[in-house]
């Protein structure tokens, strides 16, 4: 894992300090997965391309420097971990509703000394309540569809920060259909960047979604009413 972790973050630019904690990371997250389901990808060569490289992809995308970041719906850590571990300047929560996962999180950093990452247990829209409008950025690799994903990050965004959706190179029409959440949750669609994972022929999209103006405060609705009514 280390060998590819170090040619993958050289191929993108990416400074390799954070290669020990990356590893111990991978060991820990392969340990947990034979008695906890974390993750379906169980080769390390593969944990290192397919959560670490493509989570490590966005530091390329986007300015993360000195920014508080929430990783909304975060499961094993990804990708709001290895974007701490690779750029130390972030203020990270990694936010999950299953307390297992957060439990597992919170034994990573405390084994990597990241004193500083809050792992909260919680769901999203409930989160939202204290914590509204008061991150630069949030990220997600949820697999909801993104007019959903977009209730659930855009009221934690500031305005003039940004939500940073990690999708298919195949969500055209997924785009297209939360162009009305998006425009409702006070957002505008920024940018859409297309990368590919080094060392492999995997190609992912991220939707970069900025945050025009505040959300409206009825807004995320209770997440029943999000699944069954999504804007």
């Known amino acids: ?50 959560h670490f490289l493509d989570s490590a992809a966005l530091l390329t995308l986007e300015d993360f420097h000195g920014k508080s970041v929430v990783d909304v719906g975060t499961g094993a850590g990804f990708p709001g971990l290895p974007l701490r571990i690779l750029e130390p300047t972030i203020r990270l929560t990694l936010l999950d509703s299953l307390g297992k996962r957060v439990q597992f999180l919170e034994s990573v950093c405390r084994e990597l000394g990241l004193t500083d990452v809050s792992c909260i247990h919680s769901r999203a829209e409930e989160f939202a309540g204290a914590h509204r409008e008061s991150y630069d950025l949030a990220v997600s690799r949820a697999v909801a569809a993104l007019p959903v994903l977009c209730e659930l990050c855009l009221p934690l965004v500031r305005p003039g920060g940004k939500f940073l959706a990690m999708k298919s190179v195949e969500s055209d029409q997924e785009l297209a259909s939360a162009g009305h959440a998006i425009a409702t ?17 995997v190609r992912h999209r991220l939707i970069i979604v900025e945050k025009a103006k505040k959300t409206p405060e009825k807004y995320p609705r209770m997440f029943a009413k999000i699944k069954k009514n999504p804007l």
């Open 1 to 50: 894992m280390e060998q590819y972790l170090q040619s993958g973050l050289a191929a993108m630019g990416l400074p390799a300090d954070g290669i020990p904690a990356l590893c111990r990371y991978g060991e820990l997250l392969l340990e947990t997965n034979k008695v906890m389901n974390l993750t379906a990808i169980t080769e390390p060569r593969d944990v290192a391309a397919l």
């Open 185 to 201: 949750l006070g957002g505008a669609v920024a940018a859409v960047r297309d990368y590919v994972i080094p060392g492999t022929q």
